[in-house]
């Protein structure tokens, strides 16, 4: 195995983080489908087709390096939601919560002097950077357009 024990059971976390992320953007979107509001639910169903693609970059790079895969149980997402704001709120909690996983992975790569595994996890740090942002400014936008004029994010997101 290339990489050490404890980072390769890290990283198994890490895919059911994002996997367990992959679920909660897929239960944003229908919440916004069911809103009708399409630019919304569209923006969600491709975050959560982006998290199972971080997932399995994750898993991918564990095969290649000969480290075991042992993918953990994924709670259930939240699946009821009040408002447009509380749905980005959360994704901008989770996203906060990701960067944190994903720099302890690099902080593990490091201290183990893994420059490979640090080199593959710098990609997901610089991911998360855009992430976060790209989510605090979507919940800022729904927090200044309000419930009542969602049709505003709509448009934003129509010209995006």
């Not at 953007?25 to 969600?44: H, R, S, V």
């Not at 994750?58 to 699946?79: E, M, N, S």
């Amino acid at each position: 195995m290339m990489i050490s024990k404890k980072l390769a059971e890290k990283i198994n976390e890490q895919i059911g983080n994002e996997f367990g992320a992959h679920f909660q953007y897929i239960n944003i979107a229908t919440y916004f489908d069911e809103q009708a509001l399409p630019k919304m639910a569209k923006l969600f169903y491709e975050q959560g087709a982006e998290e199972h693609e971080h997932a399995m970059k994750l898993l991918k790079y564990l095969v290649d390096t000969g480290a075991p895969v042992a993918i953990p149980a994924v709670p259930a997402p939240q699946a009821v939601f009040k408002t447009a704001e509380e749905c980005f709120q959360l994704s901008v909690k989770w996203e906060n919560e990701v960067t944190a996983q994903i720099n302890n992975l690099f902080a593990i790569a490091r201290k183990d002097n893994d420059y490979a595994s640090e080199n593959f996890l710098a990609w997901f740090v610089e991911e998360q950077v855009e992430e976060v942002g790209k989510m605090e400014n979507l919940l800022k936008i729904v927090q200044r357009a309000g419930e009542k004029n969602l049709i505003m994010m709509e448009a934003y997101l129509s010209h995006e």
